[in-house]
């Protein structure tokens, strides 16, 4: 019996020597590594370009809107960054496989890719048509999917490469009025951690981020259904209670450690990753718990399924002294009009 607890724990020490070894193996530094991040013009993506900037990377950022885009650029060039800014519409595979192959032509290769785009469209069900769940499949599950294939040949005759998907709480724990992007989030998180299995041994590691709620200003830009004022007021108060929400540079911060340190996986904050193991331990109670919160939302009282922007549903309650911190984050990260 003792002859086998000694090896039992020869195997187990070995393993976790393996491990160590292993991770040390991933773990690298971000200094002239170019950085392909899609959707970077503004939110928690500009915010990447400053911290993969202020970690010595050279960057690729791309977005929809051109002058959101260039108003991003100007801000990383005056701050002395290594930049080249792409227009691209992640939802067209040749537009991102243009701009994959102006960034090789640029910069001789991609040592990190980071797929950010994405869209929020918030309201009941009844309000939702299959238009929205296609397009935000079309952003989060296709525009990635698009972009990895581009990145994946030269990063498998390297031998090296890094992924980054950044997912979000609504891929473990789907959401009450988010039912597009939650559906989205789940297929993008399967396809990442798939992907980590399978291209591991190609040397390409691939990393998982599930943000919950952050400060990055982005309700303003976020698509609203059903009572429109009623449904962002409490999306965006949601987003800036410093309890709730997590500040944008803290979670950009993480993420690019998780980059650097090849994490399988990222929670990001406290009440999410609270919320994703009570999900994981006991799916039944969180589920009649999202149950009780959905009795709270606003509900649809015959809304029409037309869209509105967060900044054209504003009322009382939003903004007001309660959503100050999301509005300093809108002006920060490039979130408002450009002139």
């Excluded at 309201?123 to 525009?143: C, I, N, Q």
């Excluded at 200003?217 to 059903?226: E, P």
């Excluded at 037309?306 to 009322?315: C, H, N, P, Y």
Aim: glycine share 8%; hydrophobic share 40%; aromatic share 6%.
């Amino acid at each position: 019996m003792r002859r086998n607890w000694m090896k039992a724990a020869a195997l187990c020490g070995t393993a976790i020597l393996g491990r160590v070894a292993l991770k040390a193996r991933r773990t690298f530094r971000l200094c002239n590594k170019s950085v392909l991040i899609v959707g970077g013009s503004r939110g928690l993506g500009l915010e990447l370009a400053r911290e993969f900037a202020r970690r010595g990377a050279r960057l690729t950022i791309c977005g929809r809107d051109e002058k959101t885009l260039r108003q991003a650029e100007n801000e990383l060039l005056q701050a002395g960054v290594s930049v080249l800014a792409i227009p691209c519409d992640v939802t067209n595979r040749e537009q991102v496989e243009g701009m994959v192959r102006t960034a090789y032509d640029h910069w001789g290769t991609i040592d990190v890719l980071v797929n950010n785009a994405g869209v929020i469209q918030v309201g009941p069900v009844d309000t939702m048509r299959l238009e929205d769940y296609a397009e935000t499949m079309d952003v989060h599950f296709w525009g990635p999917l698009y972009a990895i294939l581009a990145v994946l040949p030269e990063m498998k005759l390297r031998g090296e490469g890094r992924i980054v998907n950044i997912a979000s709480i609504g891929g473990k724990i789907s959401v009450p009025h988010l039912l597009p992007y939650s559906a989205s989030k789940f297929a993008l998180v399967g396809l990442s951690e798939g992907l980590r299995a399978e291209l591991a041994q190609d040397g390409i590691v691939v990393t998982t981020i599930c943000p919950g709620l952050m400060r990055t200003g982005s309700a303003r830009n976020a698509d609203f259904k059903g009572r429109h004022q009623a449904e962002y007021a409490w999306f965006s108060i949601s987003d800036s209670l410093p309890l709730v929400s997590m500040n944008a540079e803290r979670a950009a911060r993480q993420i690019v450690d998780a980059c650097e340190q090849g994490d399988a996986e990222r929670i990001l904050s406290l009440p999410a990753t609270i919320a994703a193991r009570l999900h994981g331990l006991f799916p039944g109670l969180s589920s009649d718990l999202l149950a009780l919160v959905n009795l709270l939302l606003p509900s649809s009282d015959g809304g029409k399924p037309t869209r509105r922007k967060g900044r054209e549903s504003q009322s009382s309650l939003s903004p007001s002294w309660i959503t100050s911190l999301s509005e300093q984050a809108a002006a920060k990260n490039n979130e408002l009009p450009v002139r």
